[in-house]
C-alpha cells in the first residue's frame, strides 16, 4: 500500500506515489494549463494520477489515500478551494470532484502547507517543531507549523505571506489586492522586474527570449551580471522584510526557503539572510537558521502524501484548539487539522 501526493501548481502538476516511511516510488509531471480552467486541470489530474499508478504496476484500489496540495486558500474540513490566486479558480469542491474519480479517500490543503509537512518529515525541517516554510514560485506560499502542527487560522487562510502588503497602493495581484509580497519577490515578479530592466535599457548578459525564467536571472546574478543582481537583490529585500514581520509575529525556530528559485542556493538565501537580519535588529535568535529546502520539487507532493497518511492514521483526531473557538463557528477544519512528527532526537542545526 502507497500514498499519492499530488502538487498542483501555478505552472505544472506533479504526483508521486509514496510508501508510509516517505520514501518516493514514482513521479510525474504535468503543464497545468490553468487557462484553460478547473475542469480541464482536473481531468490532468486524474490521468497524471492514473499514470504514476501504472509506472509502478499498482491498481487504484491499492493506493490507500491521497493528498493534494493547492496553491490557494483552501477550507480544509469542506475540501473546498476558497480562492486560488493564480489558477483563477473560486469555491472549487476539489476533494468531492477529485475523491469520486479516484474511489480512494482524498485531503486537500494548501501548497505551502504540505511542502512545509513534506521538509518537516524528510527535508530540511527534520528535528524542528515550529518553523516557517516559504515557497517561491508563480505566487509566493507559506506554511506554519507551530509545535508540531500546521497553522491554519480560521477557515484555512492563515500563513498566506504571499499575500501580505509590502508597498501602499503598489502593483495589481491577482488575489484582487495591491502591493502584495508576491508581487514583489516571486519568481514572476523577478522576471517582471528583469524585463523591465532591460527595456529601460539596461545592459545585461542575458538576453529576453520566450520562457525566460528566475532561473536563468538567478544563474546570471551568481555570474554577476549587474541588472540581474539587482533583480534579485531587490526580491530578497521584500522577502527579509516580510519574513522579519513574520518571525516578530509568531517566532520560529527556523526558516526553509523553498520553491524553484530556492534551488539556485546561496545567490538568493545570502541576501534574503542580510535583509532578514538588518530587519529584525536585536530581535533575533541567534542563529536563526534561513535553510534550503531540501526536497527540492519533491516537498509538495511528500508532504500532500504525509498529510494523506495523517488523515488515515487521526480520522477521529480533533482540532487542536478547537476548543477555544466559539461554539457556533463552523468554518473550522475539524479533520486533518494536526500533524505531530514521529518522535526523534531535536538536532539543532
Ligand atoms: C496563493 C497561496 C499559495 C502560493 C504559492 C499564492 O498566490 O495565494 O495560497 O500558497 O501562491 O503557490
Not at 519577490?185 to 527570449?209: C, H, I, K, N, Y
Not at 551568481?222 to 516580510?242: F, I, K, T
Request: aromatic share 4%; proline share 5%; hydrophobic share 45%.
Amino acid at each position: 500500500m502507497c500514498l499519492l501526493g499530488i502538487d498542483l501548481g501555478g505552472t505544472t502538476i506533479k504526483a508521486g506515489l509514496v510508501d508510509r516511511q516517505g520514501q518516493l516510488l514514482a513521479r510525474g509531471q504535468v503543464a497545468t494549463g490553468a487557462a484553460e480552467g478547473a475542469r480541464a486541470v482536473l481531468g490532468r489530474i486524474i490521468a497524471l494520477a492514473g499514470e504514476v499508478a501504472q509506472r509502478q504496476g499498482l491498481a487504484r484500489r491499492e493506493i490507500e489515500a491521497a493528498g493534494i496540495g493547492v496553491p490557494g486558500w483552501v477550507d480544509v474540513a469542506r475540501g473546498l478551494v476558497r480562492l486560488a490566486p493564480n489558477l483563477f479558480w473560486r469555491d472549487f469542491p476539489l476533494q468531492a470532484e477529485l475523491a469520486a474519480e479516484l474511489g480512494r479517500p482524498v485531503v486537500v490543503d494548501n501548497d505551502a502547507h504540505v511542502a512545509a509537512l513534506g521538509e518537516m518529515w524528510q527535508g530540511a525541517g527534520q528535528g524542528y517543531r515550529s518553523l516557517l516554510m516559504v515557497t517561491i514560485g508563480t505566487g509566493i506560499g507559506s506554511g506554519l507549523i507551530l509545535d508540531g502542527r500546521v497553522w491554519r487560522g480560521v477557515a484555512g487562510y492563515g500563513a498566506e505571506m504571499g499575500h501580505v502588503k509590502m508597498v501602499r497602493g503598489g502593483l495589481p495581484c491577482h488575489c484582487g489586492g495591491r502591493g502584495c509580497l508576491e508581487t514583489l519577490a516571486s519568481a514572476t515578479a523577478m522576471v517582471r522586474m528583469f524585463r523591465e530592466g532591460l527595456a529601460a535599457g539596461r545592459p545585461s548578459s542575458l538576453q529576453d527570449q520566450p520562457g525566460l525564467g528566475a532561473r536563468e536571472i538567478l544563474a546570471a546574478a551568481a555570474r554577476d551580471d549587474s541588472l540581474a543582481r539587482e533583480v534579485v537583490d531587490c526580491a530578497a529585500s521584500y522577502l527579509g522584510q516580510a519574513l522579519a514581520n513574520a518571525v516578530l509575529l509568531v517566532g520560529p525556530e527556523a526558516i526553509i526557503i523553498g520553491g524553484g528559485p530556492a534551488g539556485a542556493g546561496e545567490v538568493l538565501l545570502a541576501p534574503i539572510r542580510s535583509y532578514l537580519a538588518a530587519y529584525l535588529g536585536p530581535w533575533q535568535l541567534k542563529p536563526l537558521p534561513v535553510l534550503a529546502a531540501r526536497l527540492g520539487n519533491d516537498a509538495g507532493l511528500i508532504g500532500a502524501a504525509r498529510l494523506a497518511l495523517h488523515e488515515q492514521q487521526n480520522r477521529e483526531e480533533p482540532l487542536l484548539g478547537a476548543s477555544s473557538l466559539p461554539a457556533n463557528h463552523k468554518n473550522v477544519s475539524a479533520r486533518g487539522g494536526g500533524y505531530v512528527p514521529e518522535p526523534r532526537k531535536h538536532k539543532r542545526r
